[in-house]
Nanobody, 122 residues
């Protein structure tokens, strides 16, 4: 059974940084697509970034500020968030997809973590 566990969220001032981590217990990790999504209060869950064998992909709202990476030895994917803005405040979720292609649709992902809260104060 695959489990995804996020960590690294917290409270930060605008302009600050956080590194989110997502540890996976599954053996599929190296061949899967991994994604980060977020959901702010009263809003739908949205794609933030994804990574697979073909590269890294970002939502326009975070491009140039966030960086996704993966460590296949540690079975962990990271999201480095820089220049944070109050509008980045949300619960951030890690997701994994059996298919090795990144998509921006949450229904394409098979496994989800429990989420980690990121709060950016102005």
């Amino acid at each position: 059974q695959v489990q995804l566990v996020e960590s690294g969220g917290g409270l930060v001032q605008a302009g600050g940084s956080l590194r989110l981590s997502c540890a996976s217990t599954g053996r599929f990790f190296s061949s899967s697509a991994m994604g980060w999504f977020r959901q702010a209060p009263g809003k739908e869950r949205e794609f933030v970034a994804g990574i697979s064998w073909s590269g890294a992909y970002y939502a326009d709202s975070v491009k140039g500020r966030f960086t996704i990476s993966r460590d296949t030895v540690k079975n962990t994917v990271y999201l480095q968030t820089n220049s944070l803005k109050p509008e980045d405040t949300a619960v951030y979720y890690c997701a994994a997809r059996n298919n090795g292609y990144v998509t921006s649709f949450d229904y394409d992902y098979n496994y989800w973590g429990q989420g980690t809260q990121v709060t950016v104060s102005s």
